[in-house]
Nanobody, 125 residues
Framework: QWHLVESGGGLVQSGGSLRLSCSAS????????VAWFRQAPGREREGVSC????????RYAPSVKGRFTITKDSVENMVYLQMNNLKPEDSAQYLC??????????????????WGQGTQVTVSS
């Protein structure tokens, strides 16, 4: 049975950093595109970053480009989101998702088949 489990969220001051982890079990992430989405209360789910199958490409939302970095550890079957220079508007629940997409996307969350439960990130000003 498949699982995606996020961790690494927490409370951080503006300008600080966090590294989120997404651990997969039951399937091999090397055969999936993986994405991070976030959702704040009262707001739509927003794509943050994604990594294409075989790590051939990455995409970032304009609001996080240059501050966030997505990487994968194939040995550990995990995906990470390094978040630097965090801002209060980055506060949200962060979820990882996976799908057998040849090219990843952050615009269409409906394309992703597998989702984790999320980890909360709160950035104080």
């Amino acid at each position: 049975q498949w699982h995606l489990v996020e961790s690494g969220g927490g409370l951080v001051q503006s300008g600080g950093s966090l590294r989120l982890s997404c651990s997969a079990s039951g399937f091999n992430l090397d055969y999936y595109s993986v994405a991070w989405f976030r959702q704040a209360p009262g707001r739509e789910r927003e794509g943050v970053s994604c990594l294409t199958i075989s790590s051939n490409g990455t995409r970032y939302a304009p609001s996080v480009k240059g501050r966030f970095t997505i990487t994968k550890d194939s040995v550990e079957n995990m995906v990470y989101l390094q978040m630097n220079n965090l801002k209060p508007e980055d506060s949200a629940q962060y979820l990882c998702a996976a799908a057998p997409l040849p090219i990843c996307t952050v615009e269409v969350p409906q394309l992703y088949d597998y989702w984790g439960q999320g980890t909360q990130v709160t950035v104080s000003s």
